[in-house]
C-alpha cells in the first residue's frame, strides 16, 4: 500500500493523500462486507428468493452495476471535487438537486453503519458468551466498537486501509477455502447446476432475491468519494469502481454457487429457508470442522468491524464535502497532523452515538429491528442515487460534449439506468419484506427518506453560495473524446 501523505495544513479545504488502487478497493469491498453477505444474504436469497439459482442474480446484478460504472467513470474526469452522487448530480442536474442527493447519501450511509452496529453488538455477545465470558447488552459492545471506528477515524486514511486490508483479506480467505474444499470434493450430491438454468433463475420470488442481491454491493461507488485522497484519481478511481466491482461480483457469485452445492439444490433451499441464522456455520463446521465453524464466527465479527469503519470514513467525507456548504464550516478543516477529515469524522461518531442510545432506550432488537430497519432504508436509498446519478451522466454529456463515446456516454449508462430502475422497481414493492413485513413503517421509512431530500433541495434552492460549482461553472471545457479513444 502506498506510504502516508506529508501532513495537511491545518484548516485545510481539502483532504490529501497518496492511496492507490488497492487501498481504495479495499476499503470499498470491505463495505460490503463480503463475509456478512454470505453469512445473511445468500440465506435469504435462496431460501425466500430464487432457490438454488440465486447465485446467478448476483451475476445479473453486477452487470447492470457494471453498466452504471461505465458512465460513472466515465464523467469523473469532469467532476474534480470527491463526493461521488451528489457532486455528479450537481453538476449533471443543478445545484438544487445536488444537495437533494447530497442529504439522502449522508442518510443513507448513516443508516447502514447503524444497521451494522446493531448486527456487531449482537455478534460480539454471542460470541463472548459462547466462551464463557459475561453476556451484556448490545450497546455496550457496540459502544466500545464506535470508539475504536472514532479513533481510526480520526488520523489518516492510510491507518484505516491499513486495517481494512488485514481484515478484508482474512475473511475472504475463510471463505475461499470453504469455496475450494466444496468444489473440489464435487459438493454433497454434486456441483448445482441450477445457476444455469434460465428457468430456475427465473422462478420464485425473483423479486426479492435481485432486492437482496442488489443490497449486497452498497458501498463499491464510494470510490469517488476518496478523490481528493487518490494518488493519480483520473486513473485510480475507474480502476478501483471496475476492480471492486468485478470482486465483489465473482466472489459473490462463486461462494453463494459452493454454498449452494455443498448441501445439494433442494437440501439449501430447506436449511436456508428454516434456519438462515446458522446456514454459513453449519456449512463450515460440515465441511471444514468445528475449528472452520469457530474461525468464521470470528471472522464474521471483523467483517462487520471492517464494514462499519469503512461507511464511518465514506460519511465523514459526505460531512467534509459539505463543511461550509450545508454544515458550518470546522466540518470542511483537516487535521494539521493527519490530514485527516478529523470534525467530520467527530460529527459522523457523534450521530451515530446519539442513534443507538435511542435504540437502546427503545428496547429494539439489535437484528430484527435495528439492522433490519437501517439496511433497508440504506438499500432503498442507494439505489434512488444511482438512478439520480444515472440521469446526471446522461444529462452532462448530451449537454456539455466533453465527451462523444457513445458506450460511455450513452448506451452503458442509459442500460445501466434501465436496470437499476427495475431493481428500485421492485425493492419498492418488497420493502415490507426487506424491513421485516410493516407495511406502515415502509411507508414510514419512504417518507424520512423524501423528506430528507426535498430539505437538502429546497436548501440548494435558497442558499446561492451552498454549492459553488454549478453545471455552469464546472468544468465541461476539457477536449472531447473522440470515439476512436480509450
Do not use: K
Request: with cysteine; glycine share 12%.
Amino acid at each position: 500500500m502506498a506510504a502516508p501523505a506529508a501532513s495537511a495544513p491545518a484548516g485545510a479545504s481539502r483532504l490529501a493523500g497518496t492511496l492507490g488502487v488497492g487501498s481504495i478497493v479495499f476499503m470499498v469491498v470491505a463495505a460490503a462486507a463480503p463475509l456478512t453477505v454470505i453469512a445473511g444474504t445468500i440465506p435469504l436469497g435462496v431460501g425466500a428468493g430464487n432457490g438454488a439459482a440465486f447465485p446467478a442474480t448476483f451475476v445479473l446484478c453486477a452487470v447492470v452495476l457494471l453498466l452504471f460504472a461505465v458512465g460513472f467513470c466515465a464523467m469523473s474526469p469532469h467532476v474534480p471535487d470527491a463526493g461521488a452522487f451528489f457532486t455528479y448530480v450537481r453538476h449533471g442536474l443543478g445545484r438544487p438537486l445536488g444537495m437533494g442527493a447530497a442529504f439522502l447519501a449522508l442518510a443513507t450511509y448513516t443508516a447502514v453503519q447503524l444497521a451494522v452496529y446493531g448486527y456487531i453488538g449482537a455478534a460480539i455477545d454471542e460470541l463472548v458468551a459462547g466462551y464463557g465470558g459475561p453476556s451484556l447488552p448490545w450497546w455496550v459492545w457496540t459502544l466500545v466498537v464506535m470508539a475504536i471506528v472514532a479513533v481510526l477515524g480520526y488520523r489518516h486514511i492510510e491507518l484505516s486501509s491499513r486495517v481494512l486490508g488485514v481484515l478484508l483479506l482474512a475473511e475472504i480467505a475463510i471463505v475461499v477455502v470453504l469455496d475450494v474444499v466444496v468444489i473440489a470434493a464435487g459438493g454433497a450430491q454434486g456441483l448445482s447446476t441450477a445457476v444455469f438454468d434460465p428457468v430456475q433463475i427465473g422462478s420464485g420470488a425473483v423479486g426479492i432475491a435481485i432486492m437482496f442481491a442488489i443490497a449486497s454491493f452498497i458501498g463499491f461507488e464510494a470510490t469517488a468519494v476518496f478523490r481528493d485522497e487518490a494518488r493519480d484519481p483520473q486513473r485510480t478511481i475507474p480502476r478501483a469502481t471496475y476492480l471492486a466491482l468485478v470482486i465483489v461480483g465473482v466472489f459473490y457469485a462463486v461462494s453463494s454457487w459452493a454454498i449452494v452445492s455443498a448441501w445439494g439444490d433442494e437440501a439449501a433451499v430447506a436449511e436456508s429457508a428454516a434456519s438462515p441464522g446458522t446456514f454459513l456455520l453449519s456449512t463450515a463446521t460440515n465441511w471444514l470442522g468445528p475449528v472452520g465453524g469457530q474461525v468464521v464466527t470470528v471472522l464474521l465479527v471483523t467483517s462487520l468491524f471492517a464494514a462499519i469503519l469503512a461507511f464511518h470514513n465514506v460519511a465523514a467525507r459526505y460531512w467534509f464535502a459539505l463543511g461550509g456548504r450545508a454544515f458550518p464550516a470546522a466540518c470542511g478543516r483537516t487535521h494539521a497532523r493527519h490530514g485527516s477529515p478529523h470534525v467530520a469524522s467527530l460529527v459522523q461518531t457523534a450521530v451515530g452515538f446519539l442513534f443507538i442510545v435511542v435504540f437502546a432506550v427503545a428496547g429494539l432488537d439489535p437484528v430484527a429491528q435495528v439492522f433490519a430497519w437501517m439496511a433497508g432504508t440504506a438499500t432503498l436509498g442507494v439505489l434512488a442515487l444511482m438512478v439520480l446519478t444515472c440521469v446526471a451522466v446522461l444529462v452532462f454529456f448530451a449537454r456539455s460534449g466533453a465527451d462523444r463515446r457513445p458506450w460511455n456516454t450513452r448506451i452503458a449508462p442509459a442500460l445501466g439506468l434501465l436496470g437499476l430502475l427495475g431493481c428500485l422497481v421492485l425493492t419498492i414493492g418488497n420493502f415490507p419484506t426487506l424491513i421485516g413485513g410493516s407495511t406502515g413503517l415502509a411507508l414510514g421509512i419512504g417518507a424520512v427518506l423524501v423528506a430528507v431530500t426535498a430539505v437538502g433541495v429546497v436548501l440548494g434552492l435558497v442558499r446561492r453560495d451552498v454549492t459553488p460549482d454549478t453545471p455552469d461553472t464546472a468544468d465541461t471545457t476539457a477536449r472531447p473524446v473522440t470515439p476512436h479513444e480509450s
